[in-house]
Nanobody
């Protein structure tokens, strides 16, 4: 099973983007999914995590990095094998390549994730 991030782009500060994490198989009902990002010259950092309860977002608990809390929100994508990350009030410091991956142990650590795919570039202009 491979996860792939989509939906990046160029947006002005204060704007919004919606990223999707799509799986090649049905894993979201059983495993946690995390988003990470890596800005130029910086370490890859944790952004958010969610573990769906039997595929239902409403019964799940999400975790967010302090830097995005209140601005980023998980949502269930219309496709069965996808979850979305709604990013509002974007800031130039949110500029990075965003990746999604399976995080089975809720570690929030990139080195412990599985099923990683290609990232998607998010650029926020000031």
């Amino acid at each position: 099973v491979q996860l792939q991030a989509f939906g990046g782009g160029l947006v002005q500060a204060g704007g919004s983007l919606r990223l999707s994490c799509v799986a090649s198989g049905d894993i979201f009902s059983r495993y946690g999914v995390a988003w990470f990002r890596q800005a130029p010259g910086k370490e890859r950092e944790f952004v958010s995590f969610i573990r769906l309860n039997d595929g239902r977002l409403s019964d799940s608990r999400a975790y967010y990095a302090d830097s995005v809390k209140g601005r980023f929100t998980f949502s269930r994508d219309s496709a069965k094998n996808a979850v979305a990350l709604q990013m509002n009030s974007l800031k130039p410091e949110d500029t990075a390549v965003y990746y999604c991956a399976r995080d089975p142990n809720c570690s929030f650590l990139w080195r412990l994730t599985l099923n990683r795919g290609q990232g998607t570039q998010v650029t926020v202009s000031s």
